[in-house]
DNA sequence: TCGACATGCCTGCATATGCAGCTAATCTCG
DNA sequence: CGAGATTAGCTGCATATGCAGGCATGTCGA
């Protein structure tokens, strides 16, 4: 509709970044399904072992979501035994996260799903495209960084 | 970790877009709030507007998502009396959205919340980056449309 | 030493997301 | 007209997302 503001018009960013958000996740979580993870999960696990031993927010603050979600999202992780909790024996209010070797399997077992699904994507849009949107992609969390 | 692929190194596309839609959610989520929408809702009652009296099909296909998560998400406005569905005339197969009277007044009033939200983006990212992550966005979207 | 504040994580609540599978309505064609 | 295919939408299931508020732990100054 109308733009009373004093710029010129300009869509919505949120918008455009959600529905990309839920394509792209649409196109792996189907080339991961195969392999029983989603992509949110598959980037947990691949979080937590490229990190250490990361406690919630570390891994919060790396994948930009709040630690709460991420707690949730561990659940099902735990329960399959891929991802273990442990309190830190420094700081008892710590809890810090490892994958176990089912985790680190599972992992390894759905690569080619990820590998898959980025290849069709980076088909769809070519090299340089690609690169621009994660270049872009990067400069924009950079900017957007908590206050 | 290693990287086997024929083509150089590239990060998870998907982890890149959903981190920078979480983080941008995020933004807008805040300052909708006080307006009690939130970006997803607020941009459902905008399409609901712009698009006349869409199906939950054609809803759905605007705005990239599964027409089930359309319907759920339909529900919570439909229960404040934002939105109405209605059963086509000609194809009682098909439910038709509109924006009751008060759903107008509750997109106008959250509209400042939006504009501070896109605002405080645009600040932060610069006109420049601004215009070309949407112009990426929506290339990117443009070459993963549904095969 | 102990009270005030800060920190890390969790639960309760509400919404968001999509797949599989279902029902109802419509369409196609013999 | 009627059987089968198609279409539109919904429910059940499971996960994803984050805010408010609470509990336990840790830190620091009086």
């Known amino acids: 509709m109308d733009d009373p503001a004093p710029q010129p018009a300009l869509p919505c960013i949120c918008a455009r970044v959600r529905r990309t958000a839920?394509?792209?996740?649409?196109i792996y979580d189907r080339h991961l399904a195969a392999f029983g993870l989603t992509?949110?999960?598959?980037?947990?696990?691949?979080?937590i072992r490229s990190a250490g031993s990361p406690s919630i927010g570390e891994m919060a603050g790396r994948m930009v979501m709040d630690p709460?979600?991420?707690?949730?999202?561990?659940?099902?992780?735990?329960?399959?035994?891929?991802?273990?909790?442990?309190?830190d024996s420094q700081d008892r209010?710590?809890?810090r996260l490892a994958l176990t070797e089912a985790g680190l399997a599972a992992l390894r077992q759905a690569r080619p799903g990820w590998s898959a699904a980025?290849?069709?994507?980076?088909?769809?849009?070519g090299e340089e495209a690609s690169v621009a949107l994660?270049?872009?992609?990067?400069d924009t969390l950079s900017r957007l960084s908590p206050p």
Request: positive net charge; without cysteine.
């Open 22 to 26: 839920r394509r792209v996740s649409q």
């Open 39 to 47: 992509i949110s999960q598959f980037g947990i696990l691949g979080q």
């Open 68 to 87: 709460t979600t991420l707690t949730r999202s561990l659940r099902p992780l735990q329960q399959r035994g891929y991802v273990v909790l442990a309190a």
């Open 93 to 95: 209010r710590t809890r």
């Open 118 to 125: 980025q290849d069709e994507v980076r088909l769809a849009l």
């Open 134 to 138: 994660v270049a872009r992609l990067d």
